[in-house]
């Protein structure tokens, strides 16, 4: 293995301007990065239930909107560290999450009602009431 492979593999600045730069560069497009939160979808007969997995996001940290015919979920998570404690390992990160569904025609778009538990954002859509009409004879 190389010296330079060595002291990437070791998290150390090589020295070679043009590598590291484009390393810096790297990590920094990781601290920016938009997460995809998990998410189960479930229709029942009075509507479809979206069940996201977003861990840290609060309510205030949360907006949901729904344009045209498109629901889109934008989140943001603070992990502050641990005071008085050090990190032998971290995996848990903050960040911003989003995703967006294209919705069906028939939903009640006005109705929409959602909540957060325990990182569990549940967002429930009634399904748009069926119109009848009324035939006549003449």
Known sequence: MSNHTETH???QNCGTQ????EQNTSLTKVETLVYSPDVDI???DTGIDLKFDMPGV??????????KD???VVGHADLPPVEG???????FRGGDYRRAFRLP???DAQHVEAT???GILTIHIPKAQRQTVTVKAV
Do not use: F, G, M, P
Request: proline residues 0%.
């Open 116 to 118: 957060i538990k325990q």
């Open 85 to 91: 404690y050090q990190y032998l390992y971290r995996e």
């Open 105 to 107: 025609d028939a939903i």
């Open 70 to 72: 498109v629901l889109t």
């Open 9 to 11: 593999n070791n998290d």
């Open 58 to 67: 609060d309510q205030e940290q949360l907006d949901i909107s729904i344009a």
């Open 42 to 44: 479930i229709e029942s």
């Open 18 to 21: 043009a590598c590291c730069q």
